[in-house]
């Protein structure tokens, strides 16, 4: 716990300090899971059955619930160098869920980061009727509203450090993110950057030695049962595999 305290405005934070050799300091301050659960009179006048039943059975933090925690979490972090916000900003897709993030996100801070997880491209959470959508269209909704690209977005702070913030919100990267990390990669080795990688889900490094990640996290969640258990067990590893994680990872 004494990585843990408690800020003036009761927020909980972890610091972490990285001594990565660069003469100067840049702060980014990281959140996620704020999980926007809320539908809107467009969603009422829509009524699409995946959305009205996710409505109807998803109780947890219903109505907008997490809103004004999130607002005091997001306005503690707002000083940093940079925002990161690493995916489930949604709860299930539906209208008041992008009205929220548009209100209290984008344009209240428009130069934070945003990876995205599964809850932000889905409309079925609990419900009991299946979306009949397209992945690919849900991706598109998310991308029209979004302020920077949704599946690769890197930025420079201080001339010193990389931050990348890449989707791979259903356990895999994809074939359209390797140019860009490539690229991202080879500047940052010819120009000296640091890079900091972000991800909603966390990637298999490999190395078995790297086990019990979640042991401090069930401090603050009860039982972490549904988490990996370790990075080596993390996505990409096993029959988890692609051609693009593979890539990705080398």
């Given amino acids: 716990n004494h990585h843990i305290y408690e800020a003036e405005n009761g927020v909980y934070v972890r610091d972490i300090v990285i001594d990565a050799g660069i003469g100067t300091e840049v702060t980014v301050g990281i959140v996620g899971d704020l999980h926007y659960n809320y539908c809107n009179e467009q969603?009422?006048?829509?009524?699409?059955?995946?959305?009205?039943?996710?409505?109807?059975?998803r109780i947890w933090l219903a109505n907008a619930e997490s809103v004004p925690k999130a607002a005091l979490v997001l306005e503690s972090i707002s000083d940093c160098d940079q925002m990161v916000v690493v995916g489930d900003t949604i709860d299930y897709l539906t209208h008041g869920a992008?009205?929220?993030?548009?209100?209290e996100i984008f344009e209240k801070y428009p130069n934070v980061l945003i990876t995205i997880g599964g809850h932000d491209v889905t409309?079925?959470?609990?419900?009991k009727i299946d979306d009949d959508s397209t992945l690919e269209s849900r991706f598109e909704i998310l991308q029209?509203?979004?302020?920077?690209?949704?599946?690769y977005t890197?930025?420079?702070?201080?001339?010193k450090v990389l931050c990348i913030v890449m989707s791979n919100c259903h356990g895999t990267?994809?074939?359209?993110?390797?140019?860009?990390?490539?690229?991202?990669?080879?500047?940052a080795r010819e120009k000296g950057y640091k890079v900091l990688f972000f991800f909603h889900e966390p990637i298999c490094t490999y190395n078995p030695k790297e086990i019990e990640?979640?042991?401090?996290?069930?401090?603050?969640?009860?039982?972490?049962?549904?988490?990996?258990?370790?990075?080596?067990?993390g996505v990409g590893c096993g029959d988890k595999g692609s051609e693009a994680n593979k890539t990705v990872y080398n």
Avoid: C
């Fill in 98 to 103: 992008i009205e929220l993030t548009k209100r």
């Fill in 154 to 159: 890197s930025k420079l702070l201080k001339d």
């Fill in 123 to 127: 409309r079925r959470m609990q419900g």
């Fill in 144 to 151: 029209s509203f979004w302020v920077h690209d949704i599946f």
């Fill in 43 to 57: 969603d009422f006048e829509e009524k699409n059955p995946a959305v009205m039943s996710s409505y109807e059975h």
């Fill in 213 to 233: 990640v979640t042991k401090e996290m069930a401090l603050l969640v009860g039982d972490p049962s549904s988490y990996p258990k370790n990075f080596h067990s």
């Fill in 173 to 187: 990267f994809t074939e359209n993110q390797i140019e860009p990390l490539k690229r991202d990669i080879e500047l």
